[in-house]
């Protein structure tokens, strides 16, 4: 069994220091709000209707936190593409937002070459390659950033820039709108909860080994939930799932029964922020769990504001995914079957 906490055994499994791009995400999210800040955005964006976010994997997962912290205060009606082709409706009132870490997703190239082409307003967010030529030949307004705080180069692990950097591009461009001093106050803190986050994900790792974890979480940390899904599955090499209260009451307890002695472990994520209806949902889910005797854990957020919900859960999840990984003695910064994948598909 690894010792997590040797750095000369970790990074044997670690080569691309995956642990290191992980420490540095306060950094990330520090540096991406700096730097988008100086973005200057021209264009008037006063007569969109409708926004398409458009984006791959981890390259989406700004438009979910932005949607997710805003809820029912979010201004426009949205939708999330993650193909190769736009909505029907697209037209020169909406704006398409075009998100690719590495600048060269087909899938959001072939969405960048349809909206030219439909006169739609568009935003990009990228660390360069075709998508960042696509928006300066095209005068697009975009935060184009180097990624240097995330040696290891994966696209997960650059959330600070994706996630931080497309809110600050959307907050520029007047789309969105928030209490800055509020993000910035929680970034500050994240810097301070990381060593604790960090020996807490290092201990829990250990209970979802043979697990298939399943994460509950509500209103703002919706996004959240479909991010550590994620990781769980490209980074532990884990199968994982996510659902949303209250939508999850209405049949996901209904499929508690069967089969017996099921190897999943539920993670809910619960916060004082939710709304009141919400909190009683989820002890109440949690209950019914337990009553069907599943295994589950309750991971309750520090108190703070929302931002500072969503940056731990997203700094716990990336220390958890990383250490299960690690237990499973997998290099948590490939992906064999992706990249197969990609390779099969090229040909």
Known sequence: ???????????????????????????????????????????????????????????????????????????????????????????????????????????????????????????????????????????????????????????????????????????????????????????????????ELKKKAISDSEKYVGKIPVIFAAEHLSGNAQIIRNQFNETSKQFSAYYIVPDLNHHLMEGLAFPKNSPIFFISFNSENYSQKIQKRMKLTHEVVVRNECNIEEYNLSSGNIFDDFLEMLAYGSYLTLYLGLRNSQNPAVNPWVDFFKDELAK
Not at 17 to 29: V, Y
Not at 39 to 59: E, H, K, L, R, Y
Not at 73 to 88: A, C, G, N, R, W
Not at 171 to 182: D, Q, R, V, Y
Request: glycine share 8%.
């Open 1 to 195: 069994m690894i010792d997590l906490h040797s750095p000369e055994e970790i990074k044997k499994i670690d080569p691309q220091d995956t642990l290191g791009s992980t420490e540095l995400l306060p950094k990330q999210l520090e540096t991406a709000w700096s730097q988008v800040n100086e973005v200057i955005v021209p264009q008037d964006f006063s007569d969109i209707t409708n926004i398409v976010f458009c984006g791959m994997g981890a390259s989406i997962y700004g438009a979910l936190v932005a949607k997710s912290l805003l809820g029912a205060e979010f201004p426009h009606p949205s939708e999330v593409v993650t193909d190769y082709h736009l909505p029907k409706y697209v037209n020169e009132n909406t704006l398409v937002v075009l998100t690719s870490y590495s600048g060269s997703t087909e899938e959001v190239l072939s969405c960048a070459s349809e909206a030219k082409e439909k006169g739609a307003k568009m935003l990009a967010l990228t660390k360069g390659g075709k998508l960042a030529e696509f928006a300066k030949e095209n005068s697009i307004p975009a935060y184009i950033f180097d990624g240097k705080l995330n040696p290891a180069g994966v696209p997960r692990l650059g959330n600070g820039y994706t996630i931080v950097g497309l809110m600050g591009l959307l907050k520029n461009a007047g789309i969105i709108n928030f209490e800055a001093t509020k993000l910035e106050g929680a970034i500050q803190r994240t810097f301070a909860k990381l060593p």
